[in-house]
């Protein structure tokens, strides 16, 4: 591993450096690291942003989308200015300016069945920032296949959800916690339903910090438990999951 870091790298890391859990060690282990980032949107924002600074040598940014006005109560990565340009365009000139040391990749196109195991295959850890279940599923079950880790969050309106998923070393998968997609109309989408922009900040950010602590091998995963945030109560709760020895796709 690559430990010799440039005196523009000591400064900018300096308080990473500091930590005696992460240091000069895991702070090489973010440098080498390849994230895929899939949605640049209310929680690819701030995760984003996030794993940028942190200095996750490569980003890659998953989104078809364009940038709206709608989007700017809570897509942080993006601008007034950005509105009609694609996202991953917006996410990456908002990265460059945060870390322009980081190598972002930019995937504008929509997840499906026929591209999934590609753009997976080409990372070590996988963030599913995405807000229908289809592409849920899809993502999560091509994690399993390529025995990649899966960091996913979700939110609605003032709540959150973020789990772990690592299958290929024991724990359980996506679907041991849903083992198939709601029936369509019970869960409203955001765009129905609404949503605090700050709850996808702070679901985001907790999205960040699963992704560097499983890079760097520091603290307990997430895997087997699912972190829950009601924002109005102020309240966390944290469920323990576990492994179903009947899962179609991992058991």
Known sequence: MD??????????????????????????????????????????????????????????????????????????????ASIGH?????????????????????????????????????????????????????????????????????VLRFEGQISTFKPHVGGPCYRCLYPEPPPDGLVPPCSEAGVLGAVTGVMGTLQATEVIKEITGIGQSLSGALLVWDALAAEFRKIRLKKDPACPVCG
């Not at 440039?6 to 308080?15: K, L, N, V």
């Not at 504008?108 to 289809?134: H, L, Q, S, W």
Request: charged share 20%; with cysteine.
């Open 86 to 154: 694609p996202k991953v365009l917006s996410a990456q000139e908002a990265l460059a300016r945060i870390n322009p040391l980081v190598s972002v990749n930019m995937h504008e196109m929509r997840v499906g069945p026929k591209n999934v195991a590609d753009v997976v295959n080409g990372y070590d850890i996988v963030c599913d920032g995405t807000d229908n279940f289809t592409t849920r599923f899809l993502v999560a079950d091509a994690c399993v296949a390529a025995r990649k880790t899966l960091v996913s969050a979700a």
């Open 3 to 80: 430990l010799n870091f440039s005196e523009a790298e000591i400064q900018r890391y300096s308080r990473h450096i500091l930590l005696p859990e992460l240091g000069g060690t895991g702070q090489a282990k973010l440098k080498a690291a390849k994230v895929l980032v899939i949605g640049a949107g209310g929680l690819g924002a701030p995760l984003a942003l996030y794993l940028a600074a942190a200095g996750v040598g490569t980003i890659g940014l998953v989104d078809d989308d364009v940038v709206e006005l709608s989007n700017l109560q809570r897509q942080v990565l993006h601008g007034v």
